[in-house]
């Protein structure tokens, strides 16, 4: 069975996860205003990701033979200034997110508890990737700002080069 701080942190992490879903959401919804449907798009199915983060602890805690306990969410911020801000936003979230999973792995090795530390293991390797994947647009829209889409489309073009 679970334990007790364990099964109350990970409902915390529960209720962050939701939010992120929120946020993203959010950000999505900012997009479709700006009929920039790709972005929205990416942002949206980031948001359904993230309930599945959430929907994966929530089994987990039932699995453990705890209890789960819904916290209240906060309302998401719902205007940007620039795409720029957006994927910032998204990047920093994303490492604040990591931070408190490796927060909750340390808890698990305190607490011996090894199923745990196993579950939270998956969450690790996503955060990486999550984190990746925010560096990597923003980085793409630093190569816009400073040498025109021309650059990008060119990269994307050599990008699909097969080895022989
Ligand atoms: Fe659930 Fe994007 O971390």
């Given amino acids: ?34 009929n920039l449907n790709g972005f929205a798009k990416w942002l949206r199915i980031q948001a359904e990701e993230e309930l599945g983060h959430a929907m994966k602890f929530f089994d987990y805690i039932h699995e453990r033979g705890g209890q789960v306990i819904l916290k209240a969410i906060d309302q998401p911020p719902a205007e940007w200034k620039s795409n720029m801000e957006v994927f910032e936003q998204v990047l920093a979230h994303e490492q604040k997110i990591t931070a408190m999973i490796n927060k909750l792995y340390e808890q698990a090795l305190k607490e ?43 990269d994307r073009e050599l990008g699909k080069r097969e080895s022989d």
């Fill in 1 to 34: 069975m679970i334990s007790k701080s364990m099964q109350d942190a990970i409902n915390e992490q529960i209720k962050n996860e939701l939010y992120s879903a929120y946020l993203y959401l959010s950000m999505s919804a900012h997009f479709e205003g700006l």
């Fill in 112 to 154: 011996n508890d090894y199923p745990s530390q196993i579950l939270l293991q998956w969450y690790i390797n996503e955060q990486v990737e999550e984190e990746k994947n925010a560096t990597q647009i923003i980085e793409n829209l630093k190569l816009i700002d400073a040498h025109g889409t021309a650059v990008l489309m060119l």
